[in-house]
């Protein structure tokens, strides 16, 4: 059977998202899925605007050729990557779970923005609840 292919949608500006990322990664491996991890893939070093368009064009390759995203919304404000992620998921018709270990929330009566929750297949707590979620998602998108 072929393998899954999530793109791991999450923010890596700081020691402590960087390996949190990894670790959701593993967990996601060794549950038997393909992943996509920006933060696994060259990154700027010169600023130039070639080397900027190459990361998003990248990134926007991965996204297309994904299965499934699933996206880090922790946070009071989601990362803006992720929201764009999450934005051109959307409209590629991908199904997209969220993963929210934060216990903040967006307001008093959402956990996060809901242009990003309505379009979410569910809102995880961790990522066993994701690898549940994945295992019972019955639309794959090829």
Request: proline letters at 3%; one cysteine or more; hydrophobic letters at 45%.
């Amino acid at each position: 059977m072929k393998r899954r292919k999530i793109f791991l949608s999450a923010p890596f500006f700081n020691r402590a998202e960087y390996n949190f990322n990894k670790a959701i990664a593993r967990k996601l491996r060794n549950a038997e899925y393909d992943v996509w991890l920006a933060q696994e893939h060259p990154f700027i070093k010169s600023s130039s605007m070639e080397e900027k368009r190459k990361i998003y064009e990248d990134d926007i390759k991965a996204l297309k050729q994904s299965d499934v995203i699933v996206a880090v919304l922790d946070g009071i404000e989601i990362d803006s990557g992720v929201a764009f992620e999450m934005g051109f998921a959307q409209a590629l018709g991908k199904p997209i779970i969220g993963l929210k270990t934060d216990v903040r929330t967006f307001s008093f009566i959402e956990n996060i923005n809901l242009m990003l929750e309505v379009p979410s297949i569910k809102i995880c707590k961790s990522v066993e609840e994701i690898i549940d979620t994945l295992s019972k998602l019955k639309k794959w998108v090829h």
